[in-house]
Nanobody, 127 residues
Framework: VQLQASGGGLVQAGASLRLSCGVS????????MGWFRQAPGKEREFVAA????????YYAETVKGRFTLSKDNAKNTVYLQMNSLKPEDTAVYYC?????????????????????WGQGTQVTVSS
């Protein structure tokens, strides 16, 4: 299984970006999926995730209302739509896949709740 994150870039505050995470080697519908980010000098933190069922999406409080997580099973891709970007959103963004049939929210928020990771894509938001 491989995850390929893309879509990052340099934007001004208030702009939007859509990150993509292409999954190969297995159907994305068999995974719970998450996005994390890591700013310079900081630990990697949870951004958003959904379980394999995809019925409920969870967001960090810092991005709730601005970011939207979605997936396209036909394209085997997960998206993170980021609107109203702020300078504090600047980070490397990583997608991750959880192969467990069911994970509780606390697991989805943790790095060790995932089995596969993408390589990261840089998002820089200027003020």
């Amino acid at each position: 299984v491989q995850l390929q994150a893309s879509g990052g870039g340099l934007v001004q505050a208030g702009a939007s970006l859509r990150l993509s995470c292409g999954v190969s080697g297995r159907a994305v519908s068999t995974f719970g999926m998450g996005w994390f980010r890591q700013a310079p000098g900081k630990e990697r933190e949870f951004v958003a995730a959904f379980r394999r069922s995809g019925t409920t999406t969870y967001y960090a409080e810092t991005v709730k209302g601005r970011f939207t997580l979605s997936k396209d099973n036909a394209k085997n891709t997960v998206y993170l739509q980021m609107n109203s970007l702020k300078p504090e959103d600047t980070a490397v963004y990583y997608c991750a896949a959880d192969s467990a049939p069911y994970s509780i929210l606390s697991q989805l928020r943790q790095l060790d709740g995932y089995d596969y990771w993408g390589q990261g894509t840089q998002v820089t938001v200027s003020s």
